[in-house]
Each structure stands twice: as C-alpha cells, then as structure tokens.
C-alpha cells in the first residue's frame, strides 16, 4: 500500500491510524474456516527487509509498498520455495521483474520458480473461483484497498459463508476478510491465481491459464 500524498508526519499519523482501526475491527482468527490452508503471515515491514528500495524505486521500499511481494513469497512457501520479500525483491530487481520501477510483472513469478509455479491467470472479484482454487489447495492473491490505496493481501480460506479468511502483509497476521475489509464480493477489487507445476489445468476449467505479459503490468502496490 502507498500514501503517496501525504507528509511524512501525516503519512505516520495515517498509518498509526489504520493500524489503531485494524486492532479494532480486525480480531485475528480464532478457529480455522472450514476450507482453509494454514501458512504463515509475513509482514513487509520486517527488519530484515523493510527498508530495503522497492525494484529501482527512489521513494518506495518493502515495507512501504512491497504488499504484493510479500504475498507471493506467502505463496510460494506454502508450495515449498524458500524465501523472503527481501530475497524476492532482489531477485525481481535485477531480472526484469518489475515494471516502472517497482511495478511486480505477475509472470515473473513462473520465470523465478523456473517454471514450479506458474502465474495462471489475472480475474475479477470471482468468489466462485476463489473457492474453487482455495479447494484445489491454492492460495490465491487478492487486491483490496487499505486506507484508499492498492493493497495487496493472500486469500487462505473460507467459511461456508464464504468468509474468507486472509494473510495481510502490512499487519502480519491472519483474519477474516469480513473484519477487515468488508463484503469479499464488493472489498475484493481483483484477484492473482497461480498454479504449481504438477497440476496440469483442467481443460475447461478457467480462462486465462496462459496469460500473456502485457496483461500481467499493472500497479502492484
């Protein structure tokens, strides 16, 4: 997430603000959804990585704007890849994985994993679909927004009705979407889906397994 136009006083106070209001609303869970995949939160605004600078960015870092990042790297270790924002971020600096400047290309993910796992498909605010990848085991990568801003989080569960449980890179913990971000079907704004590479796609069973890159640039923060 960015606040890119605020002072870095006002910046602060807005983020303590948010932070104030999660503690409020957002309860960590207490109990597993009924359909769900435990992998562990991580935050972006880590020690170990936060201040590092976003891609080639001169005004962003990890932990300012590194969401979507640091819910791929959750991902990719519930599929068994090793490894951190910070290493991630690194890796995507110095392999054409950004787009201007700190922009993730969602493809670069399929090229990092030497192909393990494959970025399959950029959609809208599919419920249905989310359920059916969270099913098949696959977390799966949700825009929503965070005081105004893109924010990225990891869709790990859901309840039976369809409470999705979430991974939020800027708080580092687990909650239910509904505590936090409201209604999935109007909070959820887009969804990343990723497969691994021993699940062959189904035929038919969604569009958009071979994305092209063009459609994989957008904000990603």
């Given at each position: 997430?960015?606040?890119?136009?605020?002072?870095?006083?006002?910046?602060?106070?807005?983020?303590?603000?948010?932070?104030?209001?999660?503690?409020?609303?957002?309860?960590p869970v207490v109990a597993a959804a009924d359909n769900s995949i435990t992998i562990?939160?991580?935050?972006?605004?880590?020690?170990?990585?936060?201040?590092?600078?976003?891609?080639?960015?001169?005004?962003?870092?990890?932990?300012?704007?590194?969401?979507?990042?640091?819910?791929?790297?959750?991902?990719?270790?519930?599929?068994?890849?090793?490894?951190?924002?910070?290493?991630?971020?690194?890796?995507?600096?110095?392999?054409?994985?950004?787009?201007?400047?700190?922009?993730?290309?969602?493809?670069?993910?399929?090229?990092?994993?030497?192909?393990?796992?494959?970025?399959?498909?950029?959609?809208?605010?599919?419920?249905?679909?989310?359920?059916?990848?969270?099913?098949?085991?696959?977390?799966?990568?949700?825009?929503v927004q965070l005081g105004g801003d893109q924010h990225f989080v990891l869709l790990?569960?859901?309840?039976?009705?369809?409470?999705?449980?979430?991974?939020?890179?800027?708080?580092?913990?687990?909650?239910?979407?509904?505590?936090?971000?409201?209604?999935?079907s109007s909070g959820i704004l887009s969804i990343r889906t990723f497969m691994p590479?021993?699940?062959?796609?189904?035929?038919?069973?969604?569009?958009?397994?071979?994305?092209?890159?063009?459609?994989?640039?957008?904000?990603?923060?």
């Amino acid at each position: 997430m960015r606040f890119p136009n605020l002072t870095p006083r006002l910046r602060a106070a807005t983020l303590a603000g948010a932070i104030a209001l999660s503690a409020l609303l957002g309860a960590p869970v207490v109990a597993a959804a009924d359909n769900s995949i435990t992998i562990p939160a991580m935050s972006q605004q880590d020690g170990a990585w936060a201040s590092a600078p976003l891609g080639s960015s001169t005004t962003e870092t990890v932990g300012s704007a590194g969401c979507a990042i640091t819910a791929v790297t959750m991902m990719l270790g519930h599929y068994g890849i090793d490894t951190d924002p910070g290493g991630f971020n690194t890796w995507l600096t110095g392999n054409g994985g950004y787009a201007f400047d700190d922009e993730l290309i969602w493809a670069a993910v399929t090229t990092y994993t030497s192909g393990r796992v494959a970025f399959s498909g950029w959609f809208g605010p599919d419920l249905g679909l989310i359920q059916h990848e969270l099913d098949a085991g696959r977390p799966v990568v949700a825009e929503v927004q965070l005081g105004g801003d893109q924010h990225f989080v990891l869709l790990t569960g859901y309840g039976s009705d369809t409470d999705f449980v979430i991974n939020d890179p800027w708080f580092a913990d687990s909650v239910r979407f509904n505590d936090r971000y409201g209604d999935p079907s109007s909070g959820i704004l887009s969804i990343r889906t990723f497969m691994p590479a021993d699940v062959a796609p189904r035929r038919g069973e969604r569009d958009g397994w071979l994305a092209s890159a063009v459609a994989a640039v957008r904000p990603a923060q």
